[in-house]
C-alpha cells in the first residue's frame, strides 16, 4: 500500500488550497478514505472521510462548510478542498485508509496558513 500527498503550501488567510492523495497498491474503490491533519503540539486530528461506495461524507466539526473531501476512483486518489482557511488550519494534512484491520499513511503534506 502506497499513499502519496500532494497540494500543500502556503496560503494567506480566507484563501483556498486543494490537496491530493494517489493511492496504489489496493483496490481503491473498496476502502474508505480519510484525510487526518496534525499540528506542531497536537493530537492528530480526523479531518473528513469518505466512504467506498455511497453513504455520506464526514467532517470534523472545525471544518465543516469549509472543506470537501471527494474521491476519483478511476484515478485512484482521493481529494481535499479546503476554503476560508485559517490559521489554526496549519498543520501536516495525511491520507489514510484503514484495510484489513491495518492502517495505512502516506507522508504528509504540509499547510501553512499565514499572511
Known amino acids: 500500500v502506497q499513499l502519496v500527498e500532494s497540494g500543500g503550501g502556503l496560503v494567506q488567510p480566507g484563501g483556498s488550497l486543494r490537496l491530493s492523495c494517489v493511492a496504489s497498491?489496493?483496490?481503491?474503490?473498496?476502502?474508505?478514505m480519510s484525510w487526518y491533519r496534525q499540528a506542531p503540539g497536537k493530537e492528530r486530528e480526523l479531518v473528513a472521510t469518505?466512504?467506498?461506495?455511497?453513504?455520506?461524507?464526514k467532517y470534523a466539526d472545525s471544518v465543516k462548510g469549509r472543506f470537501t473531501i471527494s474521491r476519483d476512483n478511476t484515478k485512484n486518489t482521493v481529494y481535499l478542498q479546503m476554503n476560508s482557511l485559517k490559521p489554526e488550519d496549519t498543520a501536516v494534512y495525511v491520507c489514510?485508509?484503514?484495510?484489513?484491520?491495518?492502517?495505512?499513511w502516506g507522508q504528509g503534506t504540509q499547510v501553512t496558513v499565514s499572511s
Open positions: 489514510n485508509v484503514r484495510r484489513l484491520g491495518l492502517a495505512y
Open positions: 497498491g489496493f483496490t481503491f474503490s473498496s476502502y474508505d
Open positions: 469518505i466512504p467506498s461506495v455511497g453513504g455520506s461524507t
